[in-house]
């Protein structure tokens, strides 16, 4: 009987542990399902005349974003704080001001330091080097990546070797802070989408990746990248994404990129993390400018969301 009674009991706890296990397994999921297809955030240069202007202090620029516009994350331009990246006590400035407002500092836009891929060895080797402090800036601030421009000169071949050599030789300086590097679309050959693929594919490192930008395609000498194609070919490596902006019609559309195709090649890339308003119009007011590109695309989401639940 005793026996029995036993058997009994640890059939119950069994039964009772495997339904644990399922509930436990079925929390995650749910709340991945509950997750929006992507989140929201806010890159500085959207603000730069403002900033240039003096109307707005770099250090305000993080409780702004969450203050102003109601967004939780931000990406930094270095332009704004370029002669501070070693300074300990200002960066403890920003990221104290960001962690008060409850804003995460993503990456920082690090422009102005050299060409990665210069055709002389020595100079690329002090570009290399002078992106280091931005490295160290970022692991301080907490963000994930810095963004670096991919330029040199030369024919497409010329190029991609000798900005591969460059990069490479960052990412793994940046990988011991255990900081991403990425390279956005911003001019030259980086504007075009296959060269972008084929320098991820030859510097293959795990700390290397894109942060492709709707509307940086200008190949130079009056030629364009078709931008749909240039963005799928770099998100399968991206770790971030910038919606640019320009203006809008009267029912809200941006004029020059479709919002709806372009945000579908991010989805369906599966990418999951921020995509940053980058508002770079003149037709409104730069705070105008930034709640314009967040209704598109809080409203694309939402389409986007709905006919992926449809069955």
């Known amino acids: 009987m005793v026996q029995c009674q036993h058997a009994i009991d640890r059939r119950s706890l069994l039964k009772a542990l495997a339904g644990t296990a399922v509930l436990a397994a079925a929390r995650p999921l749910r709340a991945r399902a509950s997750q929006p297809l992507f989140r929201i955030s806010l890159a500085e240069w959207s603000l730069h005349r403002t900033l240039f202007a003096g109307q707005l202090d770099h250090l ?36 104290r001001r960001a962690e008060d407002a409850g804003v995460q500092s993503l990456l920082i836009m690090v422009d102005g ?100 930008d709707f509307g940086n395609f200008d190949l130079g000498g009056s030629q364009t990248y078709d931008r749909y194609r240039g963005v799928a070919e770099m998100m399968p490596f991206a770790r971030a994404v910038s919606a640019k902006s320009h203006a809008f019609d009267a029912d809200g559309n941006e004029t020059r990129i479709d919002y709806r195709r372009m945000l579908k090649i991010v989805v369906d890339a599966g990418y999951r993390g921020y995509v940053g308003i980058e508002y770079e119009g003149r037709g409104l007011p730069e705070a105008d400018g930034i709640r ?17 639940s449809q069955p």
């Open 60 to 95: 305000d620029f993080a409780p702004t974003a969450r203050r102003q516009f109601q967004l939780d994350a931000v990406e930094y331009v270095n332009s704004f704080f370029r002669d501070r990246a070693t300074d300990r006590t200002y960066l403890g400035q920003m990221k």
């Open 113 to 212: 330091e050299g060409a990665l891929g210069d055709p002389d060895e020595a100079a690329r080797k002090k570009a290399v080097e002078n992106h280091y402090k931005w490295v160290e800036a970022a692991r301080f601030l907490g963000c994930h990546s810095i963004r670096v421009n991919a330029h040199s000169q030369g024919s497409f071949d010329e190029q991609l070797a000798r900005t591969a050599d460059g990069l490479r030789r960052l990412v793994e300086h940046a990988a011991q802070a255990q900081i991403n590097v990425l390279v956005e679309n911003h001019g030259g050959l980086s504007s075009h989408g296959g060269w972008v693929r084929e320098l991820m594919q030859r510097v293959d490192h795990p700390r290397c990746g894109t942060l492709p």
């Open 292 to 308: 314009a590109t967040k209704r598109l695309l809080e409203r694309v989401r939402d389409e986007l969301s709905a006919a992926r």
